[in-house]
């Protein structure tokens, strides 16, 4: 993984949420109470609405000691935008002697307000509006058919797979997948956890996709 990514976009899209599911799938684990999950926000509760330099300090001292379980340490810093120059300072310099055991997020709605400095030393991500994120008819339709093989038994399963490998649109079915399971009420976290790995396998060409299709389907 890289050591630092800027997740953008509109208010309530699930920026944060993801961040979280990353930390499950990195350290299986879940990351409320874990030591080697920490998240900073403004201080909403005593009525300040800025990040200030003590926060920083603070900051750089949990991630001076090592992994508690590991693999990571994972810094959220929700509302990045809100760090006053002091700390976005002090913050740049933590960017620039980054821990090979240490993962940072920034979340914000509105990147243009960080410092310079500080976006180009993370890797972006852009999530969509609403309207700009839903999935078209043919991957809704592909999204279907996979529902029904996912039903079936093991050598259905495994001719789906070599169906969706000779296609060549299977990457675009997962991530139809990903954003129709999250979109439910009470999606099923063991099989959103999977689809998050297998597009991050899919993603990669030196991996073998038609495996990793396989390997998914047979464990659903």
């Keep these: 993984m890289s050591h630092a990514y800027l997740f953008s976009g509109p208010e309530g899209i699930g920026k944060k949420m993801f961040a979280y599911d990353i930390f499950r799938l ?12 920490k998240l900073l926000t403004p201080r909403l509760e005593e009525e300040e609405t800025k990040i200030y330099i003590e ?17 990571y340490k994972f810094v959220v810093i929700n509302d990045a935008d809100r760090l006053v120059p002091e700390a976005a300072n002090a913050f740049l310099k933590m960017l620039e002697e980054p821990s090979l055991f240490t993962v940072i997020i920034l979340i ?12 180009s030393r993370c890797e972006k991500v852009q ?5 700009e994120r839903g999935i078209d008819k043919a991957t809704a339709k592909a999204v279907d058919e996979f529902m029904n093989v996912a039903r079936q038994g093991i050598t259905e399963r495994m001719q789906y797979a070599e169906k969706l490998f000779a296609g060549k649109g299977y990457q675009g079915l997962v991530i139809g997948l990903i954003h129709t399971l999250r979109a439910r009420e009470n999606p099923n976290h063991k099989v959103l956890k999977n689809l998050l790995k297998l597009n991050s396998l899919l993603s990669q060409p030196q991996f073998n996709h038609r495996l990793a299709l396989e390997n998914f389907l047979i464990n659903l």
């Excluded at 990195?26 to 999950?37: G, M």
């Excluded at 926060?55 to 693999?71: N, T, V």
């Excluded at 914000?108 to 976006?119: D, E, G, H, N």
């Excluded at 999530?127 to 309207?131: A, R």
Aim: proline fraction near 15%.
């Design 55 to 71: 926060d920083i300090r603070k900051l750089k001292s949990c991630l001076s000691l090592k992994p508690y379980a590991g693999p």
């Design 127 to 131: 999530f969509l509006p609403l309207n």
């Design 26 to 37: 990195v350290n299986q684990r879940e990351p409320e109470s874990d030591p080697d999950f």
């Design 108 to 119: 914000s709605s509105k990147p243009k307000l960080i410092l310079p400095t500080v976006l």
